[in-house]
């Protein structure tokens, strides 16, 4: 059974969907406003920060220090093992081992190369625990977190260009120059034509934009100079 077809001539009532209001899932067939249908395929909406966990600032893997550190240890315990084992088979000790004991022994703890051995080894010492209670990678500022599973950051190069860049698309700057760090970006810029506070302040609007604009954790905040370019000769 067909269903009537319209005369020629007659109008039909089309649905009316704003532009604003795309659809971007299946939509149902018997819905006249084009709507989008619950339990489509569209994406889910981006978690907030809260759901997506605190952004904490990277780890390093420390390969280089704990590679020289590792090599160390293995040559000195290889050494005295070996000695060990020659003097469990009836060989004598190395000169360097009896010489090192009789030092050991001789010596009062206020000798000058006593502390300084001592010094020597507490700096190392403490350096080595710096290195595993610090994060490193200085360089790399963590991005805001919309969801648990990803992670991801930005190094303090490229959000200096980002920011440079910017900086001189403001009317009347001529070059500028970004130092980028962990809660402070210090932005020189110089400026050939307008007055220098009117460059300022849209130099602080233009930039407060571009750092909100990079998804940091934590935005530094910005401090601008402008100045006049030397003269030249």
């Known amino acids: 059974m067909s269903e009537p077809q319209g005369t020629e001539g007659s109008t039909r009532r089309l649905p009316v969907v704003e532009s604003a209001a795309q659809p971007t899932g299946p939509t149902d067939p018997s819905d006249p406003t084009g709507q989008e249908t619950p339990g489509g395929d569209s994406p889910p909406p981006p978690a907030s ?3 997506g966990g605190r952004a904490g600032r990277f780890w390093s893997a420390r390969r280089v220090p704990a590679g020289i550190v590792a090599l160390l240890l293995l040559v000195v315990a290889g050494a005295f093992l070996y000695d060990v084992v020659a003097v469990r088979t009836g060989r004598s000790a190395l000169g360097w081992r009896r010489e090192l004991a009789r030092q050991l022994a001789e010596r009062p ?9 001592a010094g020597v080894a507490a700096a190392l010492g403490l350096w080595l ?14 991005m805001r977190r919309t969801r648990p599973d990803v992670r991801a950051g930005l190094h303090r190069d490229a959000a200096a260009s980002v920011l440079r860049d910017r900086a001189v698309e403001v009317a009347g700057v ?20 307008r007055e220098l506070d009117d460059v300022r302040t849209d130099l602080h609007g233009v930039l407060d934009d571009a750092v909100r604009g990079l998804g940091l954790a934590r935005p530094p905040t910005v401090s601008v100079k402008v100045a006049r370019p030397g003269r030249k000769g």
């Open 49 to 51: 920060d809260a759901a």
């Open 109 to 117: 703890l206020d000798d000058t190369w006593v502390r300084v051995g």
């Open 129 to 142: 625990l710096l290195l595993a209670l610090t994060p490193g990678l200085r360089k790399v500022l963590p």
């Open 174 to 193: 001529q070059s500028a120059r970004v130092r980028m760090r962990r809660r402070k970006a210090r932005v020189r810029a110089l400026a050939h034509f």
